[in-house]
């Protein structure tokens, strides 16, 4: 069975009510931290909305993310790079970032991950949020091609490295989206709130 890691970028409230629910609080392979990954350690401001929060404040503006009408409308959170809460003996296979514009502080803090082990990335771009910087900086200089699906990019390594050269011919090595169908079929869901096993 394989480890799932969540690292939920969301109200405080969010994290203490999934720690409630036995089958992920329980679980074995599931690790739940109260964190937003970036690509230092530091202190930021969590911009709270009620359906999904930013580090960017422009982005809780949107109209489809209302800003709480009582509460806090802010959080203090801890930053944390991915590549240090993951452990190196275990290989990453997909990657999907949806943190509302903060999709290139969260990569460039997952690089060794994603050097190591060249993941299928999806991420959020569907062009309405403010973001940090361009994931394709990050992602094409590794050798990564992407193509966009609804709001989301998906990502891929084409370049064979290793034995992926022996066992492929370099110009047979790029998927088509249609080897993704799986992927988007999961990432939907996830986005959806809907549970699939």
């Given at each position: 069975?394989?480890?799932?890691?969540c690292?939920?970028?969301?109200?405080?409230?969010?994290?203490?009510?999934?720690?409630?629910?036995?089958?992920?609080?329980?679980?074995?392979?599931?690790?739940?931290l109260?964190?937003?990954a970036s690509?230092?350690?530091?202190?930021?401001?969590l911009?709270?909305?009620?359906?999904?929060?930013?580090?960017?404040?422009?982005?809780?503006?949107?109209?489809?993310?209302?800003?709480?009408k009582?509460?806090?409308?802010?959080?203090?959170?801890?930053?944390?790079?991915?590549?240090m809460?993951?452990?190196?003996?275990?290989?990453?296979?997909v990657?999907?970032?949806?943190?509302?514009g903060?999709?290139?502080?969260?990569l460039?803090?997952?690089?060794?991950?994603?050097?190591?082990?060249?993941?299928?990335i999806?991420?959020?771009?569907?062009?309405?949020?403010?973001n940090?910087?361009?994931?394709?900086?990050i992602?094409?200089?590794?050798?990564?091609?992407?193509?966009?699906?609804?709001?989301d990019?998906?990502?891929?390594?084409?370049?064979?490295?290793?034995?992926?050269?022996s066992?492929?011919?370099?110009?047979?090595?790029t998927?088509?989206?249609?080897?993704?169908?799986?992927?988007?079929s999961?990432?939907?869901?996830?986005?959806?709130?809907?549970?699939?096993?």
């Amino acid at each position: 069975m394989k480890r799932i890691a969540c690292k939920e970028r969301r109200l405080e409230s969010a994290y203490h009510e999934l720690r409630g629910v036995p089958h992920i609080a329980g679980h074995p392979n599931a690790t739940l931290l109260h964190v937003c990954a970036s690509n230092d350690i530091s202190m930021a401001e969590l911009n709270l909305a009620s359906d999904s929060s930013s580090l960017i404040e422009a982005n809780v503006q949107v109209a489809s993310q209302k800003v709480p009408k009582t509460g806090a409308t802010r959080e203090p959170v801890v930053l944390v790079p991915l590549d240090m809460l993951l452990p190196t003996a275990e290989h990453v296979a997909v990657t999907k970032v949806d943190v509302q514009g903060a999709e290139y502080g969260v990569l460039r803090g997952l690089l060794r991950t994603i050097t190591r082990d060249h993941p299928v990335i999806g991420y959020e771009a569907d062009g309405k949020f403010v973001n940090q910087g361009n994931v394709h900086d990050i992602l094409k200089p590794l050798g990564y091609v992407c193509t966009r699906t609804g709001g989301d990019q998906v990502c891929w390594h084409a370049r064979p490295t290793g034995a992926d050269v022996s066992e492929h011919d370099a110009g047979t090595h790029t998927p088509t989206r249609a080897h993704f169908g799986w992927f988007i079929s999961a990432v939907r869901s996830i986005s959806d709130g809907k549970h699939f096993g």
